[in-house]
Every structure is written in C-alpha cells, then in structure tokens.
C-alpha cells in the first residue's frame, strides 16, 4: 500500500504553467562560471518556494546526479545558500538539483518530504533535458534538509526508483529525540530545534492527535529492508547528536541496510561541518561508489 503511495505521488506531479519547462521555455544559461555547463531554475509545483535550481553538462551523455536539500530549522534557509556545494558536485560531472520546498511556515510536515518527491518525478521525467540517468541519483541534506533526505529514502518500503544512497550531514533524525532533548536543556541551539520541530508538526507536540504526524516524522520507525543505503556526519559535540544517527543505524541494520556514521572533532554544524578538512572529500567519495 506505501509503496503504492509512492508512485502514485510520482506519478502525479505535472508542470505548472509557465515555469521554464512551460512550452515558452526561456533559454538556458550556459557557462555559468564552469565552462560546458548549463544552469536553469524551474518549478516543480504551484508554490514559489517549490523550485530547484539545475545544473547540467549539455554533451549529450548521461549522467549520474545529485539533488541537494537545504538545511535552516525547517522554517528558513535557501538554496542559494548551497550554490558552493552545487558547484562542486557539477564539477564532479554530476547533473545537480538544488532544491527548494515549502519551509514549515508556509505548510506541515509531510509538505517538506512531499516536495522531494515531487522535485525527483519532474527531474526524472524531463531527464532527458538535462542529461541525467534517471536511474542513478543520491539525495545529500544538511540539518533540517537531512532529515527530508533520510525521510524520502525510508518512507514507505522503499525502493524509490533510480535512488542509490541518501548523504545526511548533521541530519536531525529524530525530532522526537530533539523534542526531548530540547526540553531538558539549556543549549539554545537544542531549545530552537524542539520548537522548530513543533512548528514542524503544525505547532502540535507529540501527544494525542498530533501522535500521527510526529510518528510520521521519526525516520528511524520507517526503516525497511529496500531502504537506500545512508551515510551521515556528525561534529562529536554539535547539538545534534549522533545519537540520533546511530538510532537510525540500528534500525536500518536490524532489516539489513548498511548505514554508515561517522564523527568529527568539535560543534561544527551542517555546511561548517561540511568544509571541515577530509569530510566533504569522504562524502564525495561514498557517492561516487553508490553511483559507480
């Protein structure tokens, strides 16, 4: 049935007019700064916030891709903000899909994992477009952004089509853990993560009616056997533990999906996390062996 679920959000996304892959399409813009490189930002639903930024090699091959979730408490943040990122992967021959969604302002958890999927079915259907094998992608997220990567590789029973692995730098895993950690706490950090997982949930905590949406919310409850594989990244002493990456591992290992955690000296958190020495050239390495 969850399965079942999955295609038929895949299945139902649909362009919006006037967006770049309207019938009037703008030109794409080419060389941004790299060379052979085309770069174009489309929409993928109704909402300004639901648009992705796509970089690609016009050279007539296929390629594997990327797609980049954005990290900002669920409630803020842009994917401007990962342009650096984006670049590096394009420079790797990756298509990239620098995405935007709704922030939890606007709408609910599940929006957010609704807006991944709906940005891979139109990156997948107009793959062509952009030479990308649609049967070859990873989603890598930042904070917020990992919990919606690890949340769409483990939702229903799997298998998303084409999807090889999901990358979580300081993914917040549980937000149930994060609630609770937050109300014990005096780290302001960990405060603002309880309540932006509140507001996440549509300003409800975890308890009677709200029960659903915050078990909906729990990557680890949702582990499954055709899971992609997970690499995730923590700072030793950041304010999201790697407690919460290990709950995953467990569970994940329990139906026979590798997970793999690693840790860093230090609090550094999400992309100052991500720039830290060795780590960027070890999550780039993981990829490459998902996609090879």
Known sequence: MRAAVIAGVLAAVSLVPGTALASKDPAPSYGDA???????????????????????????????????????????????????????????????????????????WPAQRTDAFDAIATARRHADRWNFDPTNYVVVGFSAGGHIAAAVGTYGDGALPGLKGVVGVSPVISPLRAYTDGAASTDPNRVKLRDAAIKLAGGCEPKGKCSRVWASMEVPWHASKRDAPMLTVHSDDEFVPVTQSLLLKDMLGQVGVKMTVFTEPGISHSAPLYRQLGVADRVQSWIQEQLS
């Not at 929409?43 to 992705?52: C, D, H, I, V």
């Open 34 to 108: 790299l060379g052979n490189t085309a770069m174009e930002t489309i929409s993928y639903g109704p909402s300004r916030s639901q648009a992705m930024d796509v970089w690609w090699t016009p050279d007539y091959s296929k390629h594997p891709a990327v797609f980049l979730i954005h990290g900002g408490w669920w409630s803020s943040g842009d994917k401007k903000y990962m342009t650096e990122v984006t670049r590096s992967y394009v420079e790797l021959g990756y298509t990239v899909f620098n995405l935007n969604y709704r922030l939890s302002g606007e709408a609910a």
